[in-house]
């Protein structure tokens, strides 16, 4: 393997990105791949692409604006089930 060096984009290892460790991946151009010199992941950019999606499924609210009263409507409607972890003891 060739001396490290980032590629054109600077892609995380989506394998490290699981572990929700941030760590650059290297680009060997010889082999038009990128590997990840800490857990050993190596893929094409392609691979890289479909793990990230694959990432971004666990966040479907990733977009999503949430306002102080869309958490409290959401708490009560957990108290209306008898549900409700946020209220003290009196
Ligand atoms: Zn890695």
Same mark, same amino acid.
């Given at each position: 393997m060739a001396q490290g060096k980032t590629g054109k984009i600077n892609y995380r290892c989506p394998q490290c990105l699981f572990r929700t460790i941030d760590?650059? *991946?290297?680009?060997? +151009?010889?082999?038009? %791949?990128?590997?990840?010199?800490?857990?050993?992941?190596?893929?094409?950019?392609?691979?890289? *692409?479909?793990?990230? +999606?694959?990432?971004? %499924?666990q966040y479907?609210?990733?977009l999503k604006r949430w306002t102080v009263e869309a958490i409290l409507a959401k708490d009560e409607e957990a108290g209306a089930t008898g549900n409700a972890p946020n209220t003290m003891p009196s």
């Open positions: 760590y650059d *991946l290297l680009y060997d +151009r010889d082999a038009d %791949q990128y590997y990840c010199r800490r857990c050993n992941w190596e893929g094409d950019e392609m691979a890289i *692409l479909a793990l990230y +999606r694959v990432y971004k %499924q479907p609210d990733m």
